[in-house]
Each structure stands twice: as structure tokens, then as C-alpha cells.
């Protein structure tokens, strides 16, 4: 079988996944207890005669197509998904869901991405120097690690939170930005920004860290002993060379890690965005489960699928060209 | 003499005690000459060839004894010109775990291009047309040098090896077991192979290391039987097989199949018992436990002496 062959293959596969993703999406929202749309109507109309009200309610339901039966429903939600339409949210009614994403993605790429890739990069240098030199280095970098990886995520950020937020003040500990500025492109907000970033980014990098150098260090010494090391070495080669030899092919596992940080990064964001307060995407999917907003969930968990799913697929294709080995036995499974 | 080894020791230093490998080994190696050194597996075959390198990576460490190859003391070069100036140009080696000695992640070429550079300054095109000419000695296809090790089979993997350890053309070839992870028909091509070059003159001399006998006896020159780190027999090969010395090379030699005899199950001796443990100091014959021949006298230290022109650590001698 041919690379390409393969590839096409894996797209396809990867195509059935995601319409069962969709299928899921559009299902479990609808479990979820309680009429989302008595909800909001309950919440506008305070003081509204009743029977007003339930002319408004008529209108809603009718507008978001909830009388039609669920097949109906389940026809409607796919077409529009082919034309790229997530429809309106329920609780931020009249805002379309596209929107609201729009509005909340890049702040939480432009948190995840650059924390997962620092991370990740320091991560597997530590993890790799300390399987090399070993010694007072590894001893110290090593518990750590673990502590830091093994210690819940939200612990560490609420941990940070308390200490650098609000017991030493050195930066804000919640939101995007300060209440009281004007976004803008100048330098002031600018550093409003930059300050508030920085807890949430440096609690990222530091369980990112904290994985990738465990992970790296294991992956380290095991290349160490292999047979082809020691074969370089009575070949003659350098000490550089061999360092790099280890380097190398310990990775490769270490991409999968990138990979799957990639791929669960915005379903990640959640936990970082409720304690500090960040106004990105996992914020937003925290209120719209609250408020029962079916059509956000579904944008926000269509993103959060796509991502995994094409961080993955990007993997697959990826690891074919990384390592040999790999590649032969794709070829073989045919 | 191209190679002579002098009281070499070695020792792996374990958290749970000292275990001396390799025992005050003496043996030299001439211009021309293949030597074969055989015994059972932890006998200290493989640490012997490693440590005749002089690296000596932790746990392993030196604890005695030199290693002169022609006439300079290894003792006097540093890691860095060992690398640069004896290890795969002078002295290249054949490891025992073929199979996995190949970066799986670099392609033949690439892994030829590496030994080239640690070693010279020659274009490329010079070293893709050495290492063509090399594989191709080996009856190895052009086509290998852009394979990766996955896409090789056992037999090629361990002439690709053969063929990266001599790319230089090195003086003296250490080859630890080099078939013991073929099978029997690839275990002919690759001893044909070695042999071929031996005599086209691509490399001078060679150690080969091996538990079977019977591949040494068709190989070398001169055999050195080696037991619990220490040797115990050396001499040329047709008169060890002829008429052994040592109650062990008897035993080991008893243990040969012999291809085309056939041989009944039960008569196939074996050797009963297993060798000392290394980590006790044993001031007397160390073969003592599972020597036949073994009585009072064996209690003390039996020295490797001369006797008809061979080395022998037994005061026996012809009565066994």
C-alpha cells in the first residue's frame, strides 16, 4: 500500500469519527434535565402578563425548531453544520455561537498554544540533560517533576493564585484583562494584558514541564543502553553525535504528548479559564452547560472535537515521515 | 605483534559488590593471525573484547593491566583520541547484538556518513562510493544504504554491520559472537563473509568470540578457552582439538555437535553444574566444583604456564 493510499484511508476514517462526534454532540446536550428555553423566558419576562409570556415561549420554541420531532431536529442541526452554521445561543439571545467563539478562541490559543509549546520545549531539554548527566541535577528536577505532574492541575492554580494573586499581590489574580481599561493597542493595555497572562501561563508551562521531563528523562536512559549506542561509541564517534542519536529518537514518543496537549487543549482550558477567570473558551462552556444553551454547547464541543481529532490525524501522518519503524507497520496492516 | 594484551582487568562495580569479569588476561594477537576466544556464556568473553577498547564505560572499570596495540599503550590516549584514532579505524568491532546496533531512525548511509566523518574530512560523494564498494564485498545491493534497519532482514542487519565495522578497513576486527542471532543457513553466509574478507586483506587480524566451538575451529588460528574470567587454555587449533589440556577445553570440546554425525539424544554429554560466582574472591582452580578430575592437589592457585608449546592453567597436564 502506497503512503498516499494510507493517508486517504486514515482521512476517512477520521471523517466517520467526526460525524459520530456530531451525532454525540447533538444528543447529549438534550439529555441534560430542564427546558433551557422556559429558562430564558422566565428570566426575560419578569413582570410580563402570562399569557404574553407563553406567546413568547411559542415563538422561541418554534424559532429554534424544538416542536419539530428530534429526527427533524437532528436533519435540521446537519445541514446547517454543512453550511458552517452553529446557530443562535439561547442565553445570549440574539448572538449567533459563531460569534461567541470567535470572541473567545483566540484567548485561549492565545494561552494554550504558546504555554503547551514552552512547556513541552523546556520539558523535554530538562528532562533530557538530567538523564545524561544524572547526578545532584536529576535528583532535585526529578521529585519535583512528579510532584508538580502528579498534583491535581486546578490545586497547583489555585495554589498560584493565592500566593502570587493575593498573598504577595505581584500580579491580578483573575480575568482577561482589568475592568476598568479600554481595550485598545497601546502600550498600557498592552501590559494590562501581559499581567494578567502571566499567572495562568506560568501555571501551564509548569505542568507541561513537569510531564514532558519525566517522560523524556525515562525515554532518555532507556536510549542510553541500547545496543546501537554502544555500537556508535566502539565505531568511534563522537560523544556530541551520540547525544544526539538519544535526542532524537527518545522524542518521538515525546510528540505524541505534544500532540495530545494540542488536541485536548481547548477541552483543557476549562479548569485554567474558571479559577482564573479568563475569558476564553472554556469559560464559555462552563456557562452554557449551566444554562442548559444547547446550540453553544455544540459549537464550543464541535471546536474541542475537530481540534483532538485533527491533532490526532495530524499525528498519523506525521509519525510515518518521524520514524521508520512506524511506517513499516502501517504499510503492513495494509 | 599487533596486539598484546598484558594482566588486563576489569571489573563491573555494582551497588551489590565488585564482580571481576575479566581476570589478569593475558593473550597477543600477530599481524595475519585470527584468534578465537570461546566459553560458556558469562565467562567474561564479551567484557574481554569490549574492554580491549580501553573506554570502559561506567559500570565497567579498569582495573589492571594494558592493552598495547602496536606497541602503544591504549593506557596513554584519552577518550577523545581512542575515538578519533583507534576505535573504528584501527581497531573496528562487530557486536553481539547485530540486531539492534543499527539507529532504527538513520538510514544505512547516513550511519556510514557518521563513521566516515568522526574519522576524516572526505567529500560525500567519496563516502557514498566507499560504503557501495563495501556493501557491495558483502553481496549487499546498492539499494541498503537508503534502507532503515526495520526494512532489513537478521542475515543482511548483521552484514550491513560487518560491512559499517570495516568501512575503514581497520586493522584488527573484534567480532563478539557475530552469528548467534542467525540461523543456520545465514550463520554460513555471514562466517563465509568474514573469512572472504580476511583474505582480501580488508582488515589484518581478527578476534572472534564465540560460545560454539566448532565455528572457531573452522576460523582461527589459534584458540584461547576462556572460564569464569580467566583463561585457561591457549593454543594453536588443531592441537587443542586434537589433544586438550585443561579439564574444560575436554568438556567443552566433548559438547561439539559435529555436522553430519548423527548423535543420540542421551549421549550428547553436558558439563553439570554452572561456574563460580564472580564476586567471591576463589584463590584456587576455579573449574574445581565441576572437574572430573579434580582432587586435593587443585586446592591452590594454578598459574597459566607454558607446556608444549601452549598455555595451560592445570598442573595435571596429559593425565586427564
Not at chain 1, 135 to 150: E, Q, R
Not at chain 1, 321 to 333: N, T
Request: hydrophobic content about 45%; aromatic content about 12%; charged content about 20%.
Amino acid at each position: 500500500m502506497s503512503y498516499g493510499k494510507y493517508v486517504l484511508r486514515k482521512g476517512l476514517w477520521y471523517l466517520l469519527t467526526f460525524f459520530i462526534a456530531t451525532t454525540l454532540v447533538f444528543i447529549i446536550p438534550r439529555l441534560i434535565p430542564g427546558n433551557p428555553i422556559s429558562a430564558i423566558v422566565a428570566q426575560m419576562g419578569s413582570g410580563v402578563p402570562s399569557e404574553s409570556m407563553q406567546r413568547v415561549y411559542e415563538s422561541f420554541i418554534r424559532d429554534y425548531g424544538l416542536d419539530k420531532p428530534v429526527v427533524l431536529q437532528y436533519i435540521d442541526y446537519m445541514k446547517n453544520l454543512f453550511h458552517g452554521e452553529l446557530g443562535i445561543s439561547f442565553s445570549l439571545y440574539p448572538k449567533g455561537v459563531t460569534e461567541i467563539i470567535g470572541e473567545a478562541l483566540p484567548w485561549t490559543l492565545a494561552l494554550q498554544i504558546p504555554a503547551i509549546l514552552v512547556g513541552w520545549i523546556l520539558g523535554n531539554l530538562l528532562g533530557a540533560y538530567a538523564a545524561y548527566k544524572r547526578g545532584k541535577f536529576d535528583k532535585v528536577l526529578f521529585p519535583v517533576s512528579l510532584l508538580v505532574s502528579a498534583m491535581p492541575y486546578y490545586v497547583l492554580a489555585i495554589l498560584m493564585q493565592y500566593i502570587f494573586g493575593v498573598y504577595l499581590g505581584w500580579f491580578p489574580p483573575s480575568g482577561g484583562y482589568s475592568m476598568s481599561a479600554f481595550p485598545s493597542f497601546t502600550f498600557d493595555f498592552m501590559v494590562d494584558i501581559l499581567s494578567h497572562y502571566t499567572l495562568p501561563f506560568v501555571s501551564l508551562v509548569a505542568v507541561t514541564i513537569g510531564s514532558q521531563a519525566i517522560g523524556m528523562r525515562e525515554m532518555s536512559i532507556y536510549e542510553l543502553n541500547t545496543d546501537y549506542v554502544n555500537y556508535s561509541r566502539m565505531l568511534g564517534l563522537e560523544d556530541r553525535k551520540i547525544v544526539s542519536y538519544i535526542f532524537r529518537n527518545a522524542m518521538l514518543p515525546q510528540i505524541t504528548g505534544l500532540a495530545i496537549s494540542f488536541g485536548t487543549m481547548v477541552g483543557g482550558s476549562i479548569i485554567t479559564e474558571i479559577v482564573f477567570g479568563y475569558p476564553g473558551i472554556g469559560t464559555w462552556l462552563f456557562n452554557a452547560i449551566r444554562q442548559n444553551d444547547y446550540p453553544l454547547i455544540q459549537g464550543i464541543v464541535l471546536v474541542i472535537t475537530i481540534t483532538v481529532l485533527f491533532a490526532n490525524f495530524f499525528l498519523d501522518i506525521m509519525y510515518g515521515f518521524l520514524d521508520p519503524r512506524i511506517k513499516a507497520g502501517e504499510m503492513e496492516e495494509g | 605483534m599487533m596486539l598484546e594484551v598484558k594482566d588486563l582487568s576489569a571489573s563491573y562495580v555494582l551497588p551489590e559488590g565488585e564482580i571481576r569479569a575479566v581476570d589478569d588476561v593475558s593473550f597477543s594477537v600477530d599481524e595475519g593471525e585470527i584468534l578465537g576466544i570461546a566459553g560458556e556464556s558469562g565467562c567474561g568473553k564479551s567484557t574481554l573484547a569490549f574492554s580491549i577498547s580501553f573506554l570502559f564505560p561506567p559500570p565497567l572499570r579498569h582495573v589492571g593491566g594494558s592493552v598495547l596495540f602496536n606497541g602503544k599503550d591504549l593506557k596513554n590516549f584519552n577518550d577523545r583520541e581512542l575515538r578519533k584514532e583507534i576505535l573504528g579505524t584501527k581497531i573496528s568491532y562487530v557486536p553481539q547484538s547485530s540486531m539492534n546496533s543499527l539507529n532504527p531512525t538513520r538510514r544505512v548511509k547516513d550511519i556510514a556518513f557518521d563513521i566516515f566523518r568522526a574519522h576524516m574530512d572526505i567529500s560525500e560523494k567519496e563516502m557514498y562510493e566507499r560504503a557501495k564498494e563495501r556493501l557491495d564485498l558483502l553481496s549487499l545491493p546498492e539499494s541498503v544504504l537508503n534502507m532503515y534497519s526495520v526494512e532489513l532482514s537478521g542475515g543482511m542487519k548483521q552484514r550491513v554491520v560487518i560491512a559499517l565495522s570495516t568501512l575503514l578497513g581497520p586493522e584488527l576486527l573484534i567480532a563478539d559472537e557475530p552469528t548467534s542471532a542467525l540461523d543456520v543457513s545465514s550463520q554460513r553466509i555471514v562466517l563465509k563473509e568474514l573469512k572472504k574478507l580476511f583474505k582480501d586483506g580488508v582488515f589484518k587480524s581478527m578476534i572472534i568470540i564465540s560460545h560454539e566451538l566448532i565455528i572457531l575451529k573452522h576460523l582461527a588460528h589459534r584458540i584461547a578457552i576462556m572460564y569464569a574470567g580467566e583463561l585457561v587454555e591457549v593454543g594453536e587449533t588443531e592441537r587443542i582439538f586434537k589433544e586438550p589440556l585443561h579439564p574444560y577445553t575436554k568438556a567443552l570440546i566433548g559438547s561439539v555437535l559435529e555436522p553430519g554425525k548423527r548423535v543420540e539424544r542421551e549421549k550428547i554429554p553436558s558439563l553439570p553444574g554452572a561456574p563460580p560466582d564472580l564476586r567471591e574472591k576463589i584463590t584456587w582452580c576455579r573449574f574445581y566444583d565441576r572437574c572430573p578430575f579434580a582432587d586435593e592437589k587443585c586446592k591452590r592457585k594454578q598459574e597459566l604456564v607454558e607446556r608444549d608449546g601452549r598455555l595451560v592453567r592445570c598442573e595435571r597436564g596429559k593425565d586427564i
